[in-house]
């Protein structure tokens, strides 16, 4: 399987996403490879750390800014590994259009603020594009940094769930600290110490939703 978490708007929480689904899916005992996509490389950089902790299991980590080239490598990779799970966007790249083509799942992490809803409008045009020209990919936008109260997230939930192309996944990840320290260590929240079980629940209900949305 092919995942991509993927936005247009940086600082949406991208990559925590995806080093939390790649290792959890690794813990589960697949083979699973983590793609960075993104010029800023910080999947790569949170993946150096996990080495240098020597947190088992190992992930096998690249580097593809490159859309063409990005493309080719998973279209290779794919007879590789079980699952693999792409990071890219901040922008709208070659990488993450490609990521779009490749794709079986696409999530889309939005905080509840009126720019972020406004990008999911964006990648939803994105989606459209895509799908003029293959089958199959299912695109989720999913809140990420949600408030731990108001009205803004339902606010902006409901904003997203019409949009076309793209269905609102109800599985939101709060704010908190432990999924950023986690991240900056190359470790899934559900590694760290002390254990956060709200955060932990969290990211288990989004990764569970994720890969049976296939």
Do not use: H
């Not at 339902?154 to 076309?164: D, F, I, K, S, T």
């Amino acid at each position: 399987m092919i995942i991509s978490v993927l936005n247009t708007k940086g600082g949406v929480g991208k990559s925590t996403i995806s080093l939390n689904l790649a290792v959890l899916r690794a813990m589960s005992g697949r083979d699973v490879l983590l793609i960075d996509g993104d010029r800023q490389a910080t999947t790569m950089q949170a993946i150096a750390q996990r080495t240098m902790l020597g947190a088992l299991p190992a992930i096998s980590v690249a580097n593809y800014t490159d859309g063409p080239l990005l493309r080719g490598q998973v279209q290779q990779a794919k007879n590789k590994y079980e699952d693999i799970v792409i990071d890219a966007g901040g922008r709208d790249s070659t990488a993450l259009r490609a990521a779009l083509m490749i794709s079986d799942v696409l999530l889309i992490p939005f905080q509840p603020r009126s720019f972020d809803v406004w990008g999911v409008g964006d990648m939803a045009e994105l989606v459209k594009e895509a799908s003029c020209m293959r089958d199959g990919l299912r695109a989720f936008a999913v809140l990420s940094g949600a408030d731990p109260r108001g009205s803004d997230n339902a606010a902006a939930a409901e904003a997203v769930a019409e949009l076309e192309c793209i269905q609102y996944l109800d599985t939101p990840i709060g704010r908190r600290k432990s999924l950023a320290d986690a991240a900056g260590s190359g470790l899934s929240v559900v590694e760290w110490k002390p254990r956060d079980l709200k955060a932990v629940t969290e990211i288990t209900s989004l990764y569970n939703a994720a890969f049976e949305s296939s």
